[in-house]
């Protein structure tokens, strides 16, 4: 399957993912909940369950990451470049997937007109995971499955912070 992702490699292309890896870095979440609160009613639940979701997929993933010791692509197979830098040494999981798996829950939630791009723009950064080389399809597929418990897990520490503060 990556072999075939990289096969369809053409430069326009390369520059389009390259872009989506970009935006998956992390500051664009930042850019997305600024506007967000600085132009959508301010509701407290919804910051505290981002911060919590956020937070529990970036700390599964710095778990996880170096336990699995799964070496990128491009190492494991000459034939394959990466296109970019990749953060660390290891492939499992894809914390960019699983940031922007994320994203699209936080910030639908309180603009739900953006559900649909939020899942085409969390896809496409699964994707450009795999067509830049840094990443293999399971590590997307891990990713995505790591959000969603951090999501749940969110969703149930949320719920228990806001009976203790408003009980």
Known sequence: MIFLVISKRRSGLTRFFVLM???GDGWFYFLIAFLQILFLPFQLSW???????FSIELALY??????SKRRRPFHRYPGIKNLVIPPDLYSFPSGHTAAATVAVFVFSINAP???PILILFAILVGLSRVYLGVHY????????????LSLFLATKLTELILSILFN
């Open 21 to 23: 890896t970009r935006l």
């Open 47 to 53: 910051l505290i369950f981002g911060g919590i979701a």
């Open 62 to 67: 710095k778990l996880i990451k170096p336990l």
């Open 113 to 115: 007109v953006l559900l």
């Open 137 to 148: 399809p399971t590590d997307v597929i891990v990713g995505a499955l790591l959000a969603l």
